[in-house]
């Protein structure tokens, strides 16, 4: 069965710093894996994914996310935090293998942009 | 283009209740799934409908049910409510490719009391 996990419930991090959020994922294949961010009283919004090819994926607004088939993570990252980019972010993961598998989501992080 | 719409934004229903939540697609796409969302547990996977028919279903009870018609819309019924059914609901339409992203509506807030 695949999972996801993000071990930070909450991440601060101050305006103008980089950030990173975290994910690890376990799949029987080769995964596909997306990052999604939520804002208050919306639904999530795509930001970027990883299919193949190069391990270092940019996305939406700045984001960069890094696959390392190793340690099966797939961070979330930003050279430059804005307060603007306080949200709640879901990493999620699909097994292409066997037929065709659900999305499944982390539990989110809440990223707090400190001013 | 117009996105994914959900009805109604808020519901209060009592317990013992049931509810129907709509959820329209955006134009095209023909694959639609429904998530549960809680705080602490994240996006819960409900099911999934392509062409009319539930492709996955995640491991809610029997009193969750949904279905697909043949524009692609999609409901979702919940009966015999629950006070752990109060959620926001949310539902997400795709082209039907496994490497294809999720569009989300702005979901449906339940409350049951």
């Known amino acids: 069965a695949q999972s996801v996990a993000q071990p930070e419930d909450q991440v601060n991090v101050a305006e103008g710093n980089p950030l990173t959020v975290k994910c690890t994922y376990s799949v029987s294949g080769n995964p596909y894996l997306f990052w999604y961010v939520q804002y208050p009283n919306r639904g999530l919004q795509f930001l970027l994914k990883y299919i193949t090819g190069d391990n270092l994926v940019k996305g939406s607004y700045g984001f960069e996310a890094e696959f390392n088939k190793s340690q099966t993570s797939f961070h979330l990252k930003k050279p430059s935090a804005l307060v603007s980019d306080s949200a709640l972010y879901f990493c999620?993961?699909?097994?292409?293998?066997?037929?065709?598998?659900?999305?499944?989501f982390g539990i989110g992080t809440k990223l707090q942009v400190i001013p | 283009k117009a996105g994914v719409t959900q009805t109604p934004r808020y519901l209060i229903k009592t317990r013992g209740q049931q509810v129907t939540l709509s959820c329209s697609p955006i134009s095209g796409h023909r694959s639609v799934s429904w998530y549960q969302q809680t705080p602490g547990q994240g996006l819960q996977f409900l099911f999934e409908y392509f062409s009319e028919t539930q492709r996955n279903k995640g491991n809610f009870p029997g009193r969750f049910s949904g279905r697909q018609f043949s524009n692609s819309r999609s409901e979702m019924n919940v009966s015999t409510l629950e006070l752990g059914d109060s959620a926001l609901y949310l539902c997400a339409s795709s082209l039907r490719d496994k490497g294809e992203k999720l569009f989300f509506g702005s979901g449906t807030q339940l409350s049951v009391l």
């Open positions: 999620a993961v699909r097994d292409p293998s066997g037929g065709y598998q659900k999305v499944t």
